[in-house]
């Protein structure tokens, strides 16, 4: 799952946190057990506070929890917090003089348009509430 550093941050620190979502976790134990920066994290749970998926509490014992019940989390929440992308959105782009060019960039453009409408689909049917579980199960 190490494709895209940002969604596996996130989804290993909800996912943890989905075990106790009540408990506030500060950004520097957050980065010591997934062996990253501080700043990384506070950048990317900064992304899903935006989106309404943790508060931050400021101060001495401030730090992130859950904004909602783990149940109603759902991977394509998450991903889509993050402003994740298969592929990177049509900028654009200059005209294309040659026919198969244009039709072919049109086409891919289409295909990648749908095959991320259904990763979403299929993200939103899992929360990070049963991913928990299946952890839980395992160990």
């Not at 506030?24 to 506070?42: E, F, L, Q, W």
């Not at 929890?65 to 782009?93: F, K, Q």
Request: charged share 25%; hydrophobic share 40%; glycine share 6%.
């Amino acid at each position: 799952m190490k494709r895209n550093s940002r969604l596996s941050l996130a989804l290993h620190t909800l996912g943890h946190m989905a075990g106790q979502p009540d408990r506030i976790r500060k950004s520097a134990d957050i980065a010591a057990h997934a062996g990253t920066n501080p700043v990384v994290v506070r950048r990317v749970l900064g992304s899903l506070r935006q989106a309404g998926l943790l508060v931050s509490e400021s101060g001495h014992s401030g730090g992130w929890r859950l904004a909602r019940p783990p149940e109603e989390i759902t991977l394509a929440d998450v991903y889509l917090a993050l402003d994740e992308r298969l592929a990177a959105p049509d900028a654009e782009e200059e005209p294309h003089d040659c026919t198969v060019a244009h039709a072919f960039h049109h086409r891919v453009s289409t295909v990648m348009a749908e095959v991320e409408q259904s990763l979403i689909q299929k993200l939103g049917k899992t929360t990070i509430f049963e991913i928990r579980e299946t952890a839980t199960d395992l160990s």
